[in-house]
Protein backbone atom coordinates (compact mmCIF):
# COMPACT_ATOMS: atom_id res chain seq x y z
CA UNK A 1 0.00 0.00 0.00
CA UNK A 2 2.89 2.10 0.24
CA UNK A 3 3.41 4.89 2.87
CA UNK A 4 0.13 7.38 3.73
CA UNK A 5 0.60 10.45 2.11
CA UNK A 6 -1.82 14.15 1.88
CA UNK A 7 -1.75 14.71 -1.58
CA UNK A 8 -2.92 18.79 -2.85
CA UNK A 9 -4.78 19.46 -6.19
CA UNK A 10 -3.85 23.26 -6.94
CA UNK A 11 -5.96 23.83 -10.18
CA UNK A 12 -5.64 28.15 -10.62
CA UNK A 13 -6.57 29.90 -7.42
CA UNK A 14 -8.58 26.97 -5.75
CA UNK A 15 -7.49 23.92 -4.12
CA UNK A 16 -8.60 20.38 -3.67
CA UNK A 17 -7.23 18.48 -1.04
CA UNK A 18 -6.91 15.15 -2.16
CA UNK A 19 -8.75 11.61 -0.15
CA UNK A 20 -7.33 11.54 3.12
CA UNK A 21 -5.24 8.78 4.32
CA UNK A 22 -6.39 6.17 6.86
CA UNK A 23 -3.60 4.41 7.65
CA UNK A 24 -5.60 2.44 10.18
CA UNK A 25 -2.91 1.84 12.57
CA UNK A 26 -5.18 1.64 15.64
CA UNK A 27 -6.83 -1.57 14.12
CA UNK A 28 -3.05 -2.80 15.27
CA UNK A 29 -4.17 -1.84 19.15
CA UNK A 30 -7.81 -3.91 18.97
CA UNK A 31 -8.07 -7.31 20.47
CA UNK A 32 -5.00 -7.02 22.57
CA UNK A 33 -3.81 -6.11 26.40
CA UNK A 34 -3.43 -2.38 27.30
CA UNK A 35 0.12 -3.63 28.22
CA UNK A 36 0.51 -4.75 24.72
CA UNK A 37 -0.90 -1.37 23.23
CA UNK A 38 1.33 0.85 25.29
CA UNK A 39 4.67 -1.23 23.68
CA UNK A 40 3.11 -0.41 20.54
CA UNK A 41 1.82 2.76 20.27
CA UNK A 42 4.99 4.40 19.93
CA UNK A 43 6.21 2.18 17.34
CA UNK A 44 3.05 3.21 14.94
CA UNK A 45 3.27 6.93 15.91
CA UNK A 46 7.28 7.80 16.38
CA UNK A 47 6.61 11.23 15.10
CA UNK A 48 5.53 12.48 18.36
CA UNK A 49 6.18 8.97 20.61
CA UNK A 50 5.71 10.89 23.84
CA UNK A 51 2.54 12.13 23.00
CA UNK A 52 0.71 9.13 21.91
CA UNK A 53 2.08 7.41 24.80
CA UNK A 54 0.41 9.97 27.53
CA UNK A 55 -2.48 9.72 25.59
CA UNK A 56 -2.48 6.35 25.44
CA UNK A 57 -1.90 5.96 29.19
CA UNK A 58 -4.45 8.44 29.91
CA UNK A 59 -6.78 6.63 28.13
CA UNK A 60 -6.14 3.77 29.59
CA UNK A 61 -6.07 4.79 33.31
CA UNK A 62 -2.79 4.46 33.97
CA UNK A 63 -0.49 7.24 35.30
CA UNK A 64 1.79 9.27 33.51
CA UNK A 65 6.07 8.83 34.22
CA UNK A 66 7.34 11.16 36.76
CA UNK A 67 9.19 13.15 33.75
CA UNK A 68 6.53 13.60 31.40
CA UNK A 69 5.73 17.17 31.88
CA UNK A 70 9.47 17.95 30.20
CA UNK A 71 9.55 14.77 27.63
CA UNK A 72 6.30 16.56 26.45
CA UNK A 73 7.69 20.09 26.28
CA UNK A 74 11.31 18.91 24.59
CA UNK A 75 9.09 16.92 21.63
CA UNK A 76 7.42 19.95 20.94
CA UNK A 77 9.81 22.13 20.93
CA UNK A 78 12.06 20.23 19.11
CA UNK A 79 9.20 20.29 16.29
CA UNK A 80 8.78 23.96 16.22
CA UNK A 81 12.30 24.53 16.45
CA UNK A 82 12.34 22.07 13.16
CA UNK A 83 9.51 24.03 11.17
CA UNK A 84 11.68 27.55 12.47
CA UNK A 85 14.84 26.41 11.48
CA UNK A 86 14.10 24.32 8.46
CA UNK A 87 10.77 24.39 6.70
CA UNK A 88 10.32 28.36 6.77
CA UNK A 89 14.24 28.58 5.55
CA UNK A 90 13.17 26.14 3.07
CA UNK A 91 9.76 27.99 1.80
CA UNK A 92 11.59 31.23 1.24
CA UNK A 93 13.97 29.91 -1.19
CA UNK A 94 17.07 29.48 1.30
CA UNK A 95 19.67 27.04 2.93
CA UNK A 96 18.80 25.87 6.36
CA UNK A 97 21.41 26.00 9.13
CA UNK A 98 22.79 22.80 9.50
CA UNK A 99 25.06 23.51 12.92
CA UNK A 100 21.16 25.48 14.44
CA UNK A 101 19.44 21.88 13.42
CA UNK A 102 21.98 19.46 15.15
CA UNK A 103 21.52 18.46 19.03
CA UNK A 104 17.53 18.97 19.00
CA UNK A 105 17.41 15.33 20.25
CA UNK A 106 19.27 16.41 23.31
CA UNK A 107 18.05 19.47 24.98
CA UNK A 108 20.94 19.79 27.90
CA UNK A 109 21.31 23.64 29.31
CA UNK A 110 23.91 24.67 27.14
CA UNK A 111 21.81 23.68 23.98
CA UNK A 112 18.70 25.32 24.98
CA UNK A 113 21.03 28.66 25.83
CA UNK A 114 22.20 27.87 21.95
CA UNK A 115 19.00 27.12 20.60
CA UNK A 116 17.29 30.72 22.22
CA UNK A 117 20.22 32.34 20.42
CA UNK A 118 19.50 31.15 17.11
CA UNK A 119 15.35 31.08 17.17
CA UNK A 120 14.98 34.47 18.84
CA UNK A 121 18.89 36.32 19.51
CA UNK A 122 18.32 36.97 22.58
CA UNK A 123 17.36 34.95 26.30
CA UNK A 124 13.95 33.40 25.56
CA UNK A 125 12.31 35.05 28.63
CA UNK A 126 13.65 38.60 26.95
CA UNK A 127 12.10 37.82 24.15
CA UNK A 128 8.80 36.93 26.13
CA UNK A 129 8.79 40.47 27.79
CA UNK A 130 8.77 42.05 24.41
CA UNK A 131 5.23 43.85 23.28
CA UNK A 132 6.14 45.16 19.85
CA UNK A 133 8.02 42.99 17.60
CA UNK A 134 8.37 45.39 15.14
CA UNK A 135 10.61 47.26 17.14
CA UNK A 136 13.28 44.20 17.54
CA UNK A 137 16.09 44.14 15.07
CA UNK A 138 18.04 40.95 15.54
CA UNK A 139 20.13 38.70 13.54
CA UNK A 140 18.22 35.38 14.28
CA UNK A 141 16.50 33.35 11.30
CA UNK A 142 13.67 32.99 12.19
CA UNK A 143 12.67 36.23 13.32
CA UNK A 144 13.98 37.81 10.44
CA UNK A 145 11.60 35.16 8.32
CA UNK A 146 8.59 36.45 10.30
CA UNK A 147 9.19 39.76 10.02
CA UNK A 148 9.71 39.24 5.74
CA UNK A 149 6.13 37.44 6.00
CA UNK A 150 4.67 40.23 7.73
CA UNK A 151 5.29 42.23 5.13
CA UNK A 152 3.74 40.30 2.29
CA UNK A 153 0.81 42.00 0.90
CA UNK A 154 -1.60 38.68 1.85
CA UNK A 155 -4.65 37.55 3.26
CA UNK A 156 -5.45 36.54 7.09
CA UNK A 157 -6.46 33.28 5.76
CA UNK A 158 -8.70 32.18 8.30
CA UNK A 159 -10.81 28.98 8.42
CA UNK A 160 -14.11 28.26 9.99
CA UNK A 161 -14.51 29.74 13.41
CA UNK A 162 -13.40 27.02 16.25
CA UNK A 163 -11.85 24.83 13.76
CA UNK A 164 -8.47 25.72 13.70
CA UNK A 165 -6.59 22.01 15.05
CA UNK A 166 -2.85 23.84 15.24
CA UNK A 167 -1.21 24.96 18.08
CA UNK A 168 -2.27 28.45 17.37
CA UNK A 169 -5.31 28.44 19.80
CA UNK A 170 -3.10 27.56 23.11
CA UNK A 171 -1.25 30.79 22.24
CA UNK A 172 -4.33 33.05 22.52
CA UNK A 173 -3.71 34.05 26.19
CA UNK A 174 -0.18 35.51 24.77
CA UNK A 175 -0.37 39.40 25.33
CA UNK A 176 1.29 39.98 21.77
CA UNK A 177 -0.54 37.41 20.23
CA UNK A 178 -3.65 38.77 21.62
CA UNK A 179 -2.90 42.11 20.30
CA UNK A 180 -1.84 41.03 17.05
CA UNK A 181 -4.46 39.17 16.43
CA UNK A 182 -7.39 41.96 17.67
CA UNK A 183 -5.63 44.41 15.17
CA UNK A 184 -5.13 42.59 12.00
CA UNK A 185 -6.55 38.98 12.30
CA UNK A 186 -4.64 35.39 12.16
CA UNK A 187 -2.44 35.77 9.51
CA UNK A 188 0.60 33.89 8.16
CA UNK A 189 2.73 36.00 10.11
CA UNK A 190 1.28 35.66 13.35
CA UNK A 191 1.08 31.71 13.22
CA UNK A 192 4.32 32.28 12.61
CA UNK A 193 4.95 34.37 15.77
CA UNK A 194 2.83 32.10 17.77
CA UNK A 195 5.49 29.39 17.28
CA UNK A 196 8.28 31.55 18.23
CA UNK A 197 6.59 32.69 21.43
CA UNK A 198 5.55 28.98 22.32
CA UNK A 199 8.86 27.73 21.78
CA UNK A 200 10.09 30.70 24.42
CA UNK A 201 8.08 29.92 26.80
CA UNK A 202 8.70 26.17 26.41
CA UNK A 203 12.78 26.98 26.49
CA UNK A 204 11.89 29.06 30.41
CA UNK A 205 9.87 25.94 31.16
CA UNK A 206 12.83 23.64 30.31
CA UNK A 207 14.91 25.51 31.75
CA UNK A 208 13.31 26.30 35.31
CA UNK A 209 11.62 23.10 35.55
CA UNK A 210 8.00 25.12 35.93
CA UNK A 211 5.69 23.52 32.90
CA UNK A 212 2.11 24.63 32.02
CA UNK A 213 -0.60 21.69 31.92
CA UNK A 214 -0.43 20.13 28.78
CA UNK A 215 -2.12 16.58 29.58
CA UNK A 216 -5.05 15.15 31.48
CA UNK A 217 -7.89 12.29 31.28
CA UNK A 218 -11.35 12.88 30.03
CA UNK A 219 -13.78 10.62 30.73
CA UNK A 220 -13.16 7.26 31.25
CA UNK A 221 -11.54 5.43 28.23
CA UNK A 222 -10.27 9.11 26.94
CA UNK A 223 -6.47 10.98 27.25
CA UNK A 224 -6.32 14.32 26.10
CA UNK A 225 -2.42 15.61 25.31
CA UNK A 226 -2.10 19.03 24.01
CA UNK A 227 0.66 17.94 21.22
CA UNK A 228 3.36 19.44 18.59
CA UNK A 229 0.71 20.23 15.93
CA UNK A 230 -2.28 21.09 18.09
CA UNK A 231 -4.77 18.65 20.23
CA UNK A 232 -4.63 14.72 20.66
CA UNK A 233 -7.14 12.42 21.75
CA UNK A 234 -6.70 8.82 22.36
CA UNK A 235 -10.64 7.05 22.67
CA UNK A 236 -10.39 3.26 24.31
CA UNK A 237 -12.90 0.93 25.21
CA UNK A 238 -11.89 -2.07 27.04
CA UNK A 239 -13.65 -5.02 28.27
CA UNK A 240 -12.45 -8.07 30.17
CA UNK A 241 -8.79 -7.04 30.20
CA UNK A 242 -8.73 -6.26 26.38
CA UNK A 243 -9.56 -3.48 23.87
CA UNK A 244 -12.79 -3.49 22.24
CA UNK A 245 -12.45 -0.25 20.80
CA UNK A 246 -9.60 2.34 19.84
CA UNK A 247 -9.87 5.72 18.36
CA UNK A 248 -7.07 8.18 17.69
CA UNK A 249 -7.99 11.87 16.77
CA UNK A 250 -5.07 13.76 15.72
CA UNK A 251 -4.28 17.94 14.73
CA UNK A 252 -3.61 16.06 11.41
CA UNK A 253 -7.12 14.25 10.56
CA UNK A 254 -9.25 16.91 11.95
CA UNK A 255 -7.64 19.56 9.03
CA UNK A 256 -9.00 17.57 6.45
CA UNK A 257 -12.31 17.53 4.68
CA UNK A 258 -13.63 19.33 1.79
CA UNK A 259 -14.31 22.11 3.58
CA UNK A 260 -11.81 22.34 6.49
CA UNK A 261 -9.25 24.21 8.24
CA UNK A 262 -6.12 22.97 5.33
CA UNK A 263 -8.04 23.80 2.41
CA UNK A 264 -9.48 26.92 4.02
CA UNK A 265 -5.86 27.88 4.75
CA UNK A 266 -4.24 26.96 1.45
CA UNK A 267 -7.19 28.61 -0.67
CA UNK A 268 -6.57 32.32 0.80
CA UNK A 269 -2.67 31.68 0.22
CA UNK A 270 -3.65 30.75 -3.25
CA UNK A 271 -5.35 34.76 -2.98
CA UNK A 272 -1.67 36.17 -2.87
CA UNK A 273 0.18 37.78 -5.91
CA UNK A 274 1.39 35.35 -8.01
CA UNK A 275 5.29 36.25 -7.77
CA UNK A 276 4.85 35.26 -3.97
CA UNK A 277 2.23 32.75 -4.28
CA UNK A 278 4.52 29.66 -4.13
CA UNK A 279 6.56 31.08 -0.94
CA UNK A 280 3.53 31.90 0.97
CA UNK A 281 1.81 28.35 0.35
CA UNK A 282 5.17 26.84 1.65
CA UNK A 283 4.77 29.08 4.65
CA UNK A 284 0.92 27.96 5.07
CA UNK A 285 1.72 24.46 5.00
CA UNK A 286 3.99 25.18 7.56
CA UNK A 287 1.63 26.43 9.60
CA UNK A 288 -0.80 23.93 9.83
CA UNK A 289 2.86 21.10 9.57
CA UNK A 290 0.22 17.90 8.78
CA UNK A 291 2.90 15.10 10.45
CA UNK A 292 2.35 13.27 6.72
CA UNK A 293 4.56 13.97 3.61
CA UNK A 294 3.25 16.36 1.36
CA UNK A 295 2.79 16.34 -2.65
CA UNK A 296 1.41 19.34 -4.30
CA UNK A 297 0.15 18.81 -7.44
CA UNK A 298 -0.35 21.22 -10.13
CA UNK A 299 -3.37 20.83 -12.52
CA UNK A 300 -4.12 22.98 -15.53
CA UNK A 301 -6.78 25.59 -14.65
Given at each position: MGEPRLTIHVQGDEVRIGRWPDPGRERLLVGRTPDQALRLVVLLHNLCPTAHRLAALLALGRQPWPNDERLLAQEILGEHALVMLRDWPVALGLSPDG???????????????????????????????????????????????????????????????????????????????????????????????????????????????????????????VGVVEA?????????????????????????????????????????????????REKVLAIALSAADPCLPVQVEREAA
Open positions: AALRGLADLTPDRLRLLAKDLFGMPADRFLLINDLAAVTVPAVPVHLFRTVADWPIPAGDGPAGTDPTFFPRCADDPLIASEQARGGVTLALRMLARLREAARLIVELTTGHHAPRFRAGADGARGRLIHRVRVEGGIIQAYIIETPTGAMGGPDGFLQHLLTAALAAPAGL
